[in-house]
């Protein structure tokens, strides 16, 4: 069984009545979040809208949690977290905003109550970064950007 991490959540002014974030599967890593608002707001083909949540959470240190897109959302409408994954640090208090992108050919349109992201709480590392002159060498060194081709035969 997985380890259970308690964090603290805060409703907002016009949260009222909205579910808190929750799992819909038990396999699930994500909980869904919820659009909190007054009235509908549509996104229309190209544009980006910052839809609010009604919540803040408390992250604790050495952690981080995650804003994604929901794949249902984006399969069948092109809509998406524009900056996914996007995170809330453990200092952070303030309320979570998902910023909604519409790929689609249609206006998409977020509506009170409506799962419109999911959220990823993972443990962090603190790092202290080590300059040096050279780094140590692998077999793949600096390709990217595609370097392995499409096929389905590389290592």
């Keep these: 069984m997985a380890e259970k991490l308690r964090i603290e959540i805060a409703r907002l002014s016009g949260s009222d009545g909205l579910p808190l974030p929750k799992r819909m599967s038990v396999g699930a890593s994500g909980a869904d979040l919820h659009a909190a608002l007054d009235e509908a707001v549509s996104i229309r083909p190209g544009a980006f809208a910052l839809i609010p949540t009604g919540i803040a959470i408390a992250v604790p240190r050495g952690h981080e949690a995650q804003v994604r897109s929901r794949s249902g959302l984006a399969a069948r409408n092109g809509v998406f977290v524009l900056n996914s994954p996007g995170t809330i640090d453990a200092d952070y208090r303030g309320e979570i905003g998902i910023i909604l992108a519409n790929l689609g050919s249609e206006p998409f349109t977020v509506k009170r109550g409506d799962r419109i992201a999911q959220i990823v709480v993972s443990r962090v590392?603190?790092?202290?970064?080590?300059?040096?002159?050279?780094?140590?060498?692998?077999?793949?060194?600096?390709?990217?950007?595609?370097h392995t081709g499409v096929g389905g035969d590389r290592e």
Excluded: I, M
């Design 125 to 146: 590392s603190e790092v202290e970064w080590v300059e040096t002159k050279e780094l140590a060498g692998t077999r793949r060194q600096d390709g990217g950007f595609g």
